[in-house]
């Protein structure tokens, strides 16, 4: 008699944490025409796709969206001119 048995593999893929601070946001775009399938205007602020929100400072709101892959979201990140998108590593 033959046993075979199934090995479970885990992949552990790294995750980040993209946070928009909508308060200090511009609103000049640049991250929804650098990453497109993450990022929109609506009305005169960007908005972080499928993302949370949950209480910022007096002034208004954060976004925060947990992703495993970074696509271009640093590049969006380092693109807006005012310090309002971070992109945070949470596991490796």
């Known amino acids: 008699m033959i046993f075979f048995l ?3 593999v885990f992949f552990f893929v790294a995750k980040w944490v993209v946070e928009h601070h909508k308060d ?10 650098i ?3 993450h990022w929109v205007m609506e ?5 972080l796709i ?5 209480e910022g400072n007096a002034d208004g709101l954060h976004e925060i969206k947990e992703v ?3 696509e271009s979201n640093q590049e969006a990140a380092d693109a ?5 998108i971070f992109v945070k590593k949470i596991q490796d």
């Open 43 to 47: 009305g005169d602020k960007s908005h």
């Open 24 to 33: 200090l946001c511009i609103g000049c775009g640049a991250c929804a025409a």
């Open 6 to 8: 199934k090995k479970k």
């Open 68 to 70: 495993t892959d970074l």
């Open 80 to 84: 807006c001119p005012v310090p309002c």
């Open 50 to 54: 499928g993302s949370t929100k949950k």
């Open 35 to 37: 990453e497109p399938k």
